[in-house]
């Protein structure tokens, strides 16, 4: 009996999966408030998550999130604020943007400032029909089909056909540009009732001079190094308890996670798994659940156990939408399932160019590529897509002088990432020499493409509200799992930017979803005082702000 203690995996009060910026905001909050007793498994060598950035040529870039999305109630503001990672004296440069025909002739800005209004005309028209709660018409499901609509019925207002042409390439290239905001291949994919349930903060886009991947340092600052294990990527998990409870014996308890007249917990009967475990002559192989035991049992890759009272998944989405079916023992609830499902988490891709010498006018900050053959989104062979894919990079972007950014959405980006770099930097220059009309643009020195859907630790970039789902599906994700119905503390937590229904796709979403799923372990420990990070920031109001939006 001493040698199996001995031999037996200390017990934690919780393990996080996943040190993205979720998952450090549940770790940071547990620190706050002297809760030491918790383990953070990262699969990869580095924490971040999607916040990443590499060097080349004595050039540091973000591979992944670039902005801090708005400033009034927005946490992540609020730490780079107090830590001095924003320069609030610095005037932002001015944003000169061209459009460009494939025979390198440019449009009026005139036309361009035309269009890109009525464009916003017609997406905030999408936002209002879940703000307002009316219908749309007949036949229309989808944010795409509604602005193409409204495209149309704009368009045959004008009588010439050469200034609709330019007109309706000008709309294509900003639905291709919508894409890559939404994370989606076209906004077809978007659900029009559900677009305006995004909450967007006040104060527009903001940039740290130092990279978003500074606000890394006092994120994760405070939680101890001997609490954060790297290339530990989870396998699966076991989740049980002493005892189970059969929902059928109870109304106010069911799968769908709503609120009764009880407690409004989920509690999931998995008295059959236990009953088949209890048979097993093999309760240490993955796959079996050991009665005698409770809480969670965590596997890893390496080989490596932890066992815990608590569990906070906050793995991404597209990871759980490939590994959901085989990860959890005993399977979690159908509703969970079928939520993860619904959601969409499509792949937006970056492809850095740099190059030894500035080429673009000096004024010019970016080009608008409107191709007039556009790419035919009804394709899906990765074959189909071989002479076409590069026809979705809708502009080049100025990251600096030497350096430019193009963005890709989609199955174009999907396959995007099974090519060679040499391969998409040729495209590439091809692409920049048609449209600027110059034979001379020089080949870029290096080229960097990020690939996040063929990443198996993250399989996508962020997630939106496909036609057919909703905020609910969001909510049935983010509901935590209990194994009693009288317990105070949940077994199964999620957190992550897919687990918060008005920040879903933000960093500061995942980050208030890690917070909350770490307030919600503390709270079952009443006896100790809840303490809410505020940074010593001097912006208390705003601070305050930021808390009723994460309770509301």
Request: hydrophobic share 35%.
């Amino acid at each position: 009996m001493a040698a199996k203690d001995v031999d037996s995996p200390k017990k934690y009060r919780v393990v996080i999966l996943g040190a993205g910026i979720a998952g450090l905001s549940a770790a940071k909050h547990f620190v706050k408030n002297n809760m030491m007793d918790f383990l953070l498994l990262e699969a990869k060598d580095i924490i971040g998550g999607r916040i990443c950035s590499v060097e080349r040529e004595n050039m540091k870039f973000e591979i992944g999130a670039n902005w801090i999305h708005g400033v009034l109630g927005n946490p992540l503001y609020e730490i780079a604020i107090a830590h001095g990672l924003v320069d609030i004296i610095s005037t932002s440069k001015p944003h000169k943007v061209v459009a460009a025909t494939e025979d390198g002739k440019q449009v009026p800005f005139s036309v361009l400032q035309e269009i890109y209004g009525a464009y916003m005309c017609f997406l905030h028209r999408c936002e209002e029909y879940f703000l307002c709660q009316y219908l749309p018409p007949d036949g229309i499901h989808s944010v795409g089909e509604h602005i193409n609509l409204e495209i149309e019925l704009y368009l045959n207002r004008i009588s010439d056909s050469s200034q609709r042409k330019v007109r309706r390439l000008l709309f294509q290239c900003l639905l291709k540009r919508e894409t890559c905001i939404s994370g989606c291949d076209s906004m077809n994919d978007i659900d029009l009732l559900e677009l305006g349930s995004y909450t967007e903060l006040q104060g527009g886009n903001i940039v740290l001079p130092s990279g978003y991947s500074s606000i890394l340092g006092p994120v994760s600052q405070g939680i101890p190094k001997v609490s954060i294990l790297l290339n530990h990527r989870v396998t699966e998990v076991r989740w049980h308890g002493m005892d189970y409870y059969d929902k059928s014996d109870s109304t106010s308890i069911n799968e769908s996670g709503n609120e009764s007249d009880d407690s409004g917990k989920t509690v999931v009967n998995i008295s059959e798994s236990k009953s088949k475990a209890s048979t097993s002559n093999t309760l240490n192989v993955p796959g079996t659940i050991d009665p005698n035991e409770s809480g969670v049992e965590i596997f890893c890759e390496n080989g490596k156990t932890f066992k815990a009272d608590s569990a906070i998944c906050a793995l991404p989405l597209g990871v759980l939408k490939d590994n959901i079916s085989k990860m959890f023992v005993p399977p979690l609830p159908d509703y969970k399932v079928e939520s993860v499902e619904h959601l969409l988490f499509g792949t937006v891709d970056k492809i850095f160019l740099g190059y030894d010498r500035p080429f673009l006018n000096a004024d010019v900050s970016e080009v608008l590529l409107l191709w007039e053959n556009d790419c035919d989104s009804t394709k899906t062979a990765q074959d189909d897509l071989s002479d076409s894919w590069y026809k979705k990079i809708y502009s080049f972007s100025k990251v600096n002088e030497t350096l430019l950014l193009g963005w890709v959405s989609g199955k174009e980006a999907m396959y995007m990432e099974t090519l060679p770099d040499d391969v998409i930097a040729d495209t590439c220059t091809k692409v920049l020499r048609k449209f600027l009309n110059d034979p001379y643009v020089p080949k870029p020195k290096f080229i960097f493409c990020t690939r996040w859907h063929s990443d198996r630790d993250i399989r996508g970039s962020y997630t939106a509200i496909a036609v057919g789902s909703s905020q609910v599906d969001i909510e049935c994700v983010a509901q935590p799992l209990y194994s009693k119905r009288n317990a105070n503390e949940p077994v199964l937590l999620f957190a992550g930017e897919h687990t918060h229904n008005n920040f879903y796709s933000t960093v500061h979403g995942a980050y208030l979803s890690g917070r909350m799923a770490a307030q919600q372990i503390l709270e079952a420990d009443r006896e100790s005082e809840i303490v809410l990070e505020c940074d010593s920031t001097s912006d208390l109001s705003s601070w305050i702000r930021g808390i009723s939006l994460e309770e509301g």
